[in-house]
């Protein structure tokens, strides 16, 4: 990983960025870079409510709060940012005016690297309206100004149209932090990571390369 002054990780919401930038964001605050987390939303419309359900409609932004606020622990992050817009209307929001929110937050950091998710390769529309609104905000700035920009992408088309990620982060240090963090968000993540326990435990090749291995493409 390269030495960066400040990373910035933008994502619309709580746990986006446990599966697969956890471990990235662990390694950066282990190797003593500041990292600023940006949440657009609390993850209001979530579709699980805990296996069993332990949520309701009503109290599921609270409890993805507290869960986002647990994740950002683990992972050692002390800036995080709720910025208050609500979920599955991101894509609705007035383009210009969400870049330039944006670029006064990356303003605000100034940050060697901006972690975001890659448009157009990465399925839900709140992703590509974040990953968009950061493009744009940075694409505002005069070029010597601008933060690298990373991108998660995830699509089907991925590798076929953007070929091999251009960078990838071996987080095997870290693996407990990232495991962690994707508990720390219990009503999305509990059955799933049920699910984990015995092949963490007789250490299952298939589930410990994805959680080794953390990929970005970088975005021009």
């Not at 657009?40 to 869960?67: H, K, V």
């Not at 208050?84 to 670029?103: I, N, P, W």
């Not at 694409?139 to 690298?148: I, N, Q």
């Not at 963090?181 to 984990?196: D, E, F, N, P, V």
Request: charged share 25%; with cysteine; net charge negative.
């Amino acid at each position: 990983m390269e030495k960066e002054k400040h990373v910035l990780v933008i994502f619309p919401h709580p746990d986006d960025e446990a599966f697969g930038v956890s471990g990235t964001i662990a390694s950066y605050i282990k190797a003593g870079v500041p990292v600023t987390y940006a949440c657009l939303t609390l993850g209001q419309m979530g579709r699980n409510l805990g296996n069993p359900p332990f949520a309701t409609r009503e109290s599921l932004p609270d409890i993805r709060r507290a869960e986002l606020l647990d994740a950002a622990k683990t992972m050692g992050i002390t800036d995080l940012r709720m910025l208050g817009y609500r979920d599955k209307t991101v894509e609705f929001e007035d383009e210009e005016e969400l870049a330039e929110s944006m670029l006064a937050l990356i303003r605000e950091v100034q940050p060697s690297l901006a972690i975001t998710f890659y448009p157009g390769y990465s399925v839900h529309p709140d992703h590509e309206a974040t990953g968009r609104a950061v493009v744009r905000a940075i694409r505002h700035m005069v070029e010597e100004d601008r933060p690298k920009l990373y991108g998660v992408a995830f699509a089907h088309n991925t590798l076929e149209e953007l070929g091999e990620p251009h960078v990838r982060h071996n987080v095997e240090d870290v693996e407990d932090i990232k495991v962690n963090t994707i508990r720390s968000h219990r009503s999305q993540t509990q059955l799933m990571t049920a699910a984990w326990t015995e092949k963490l435990l007789n250490r299952d090749p298939d589930l410990l390369a994805w959680l080794h291995n953390e990929k970005f493409w970088i975005i021009k």
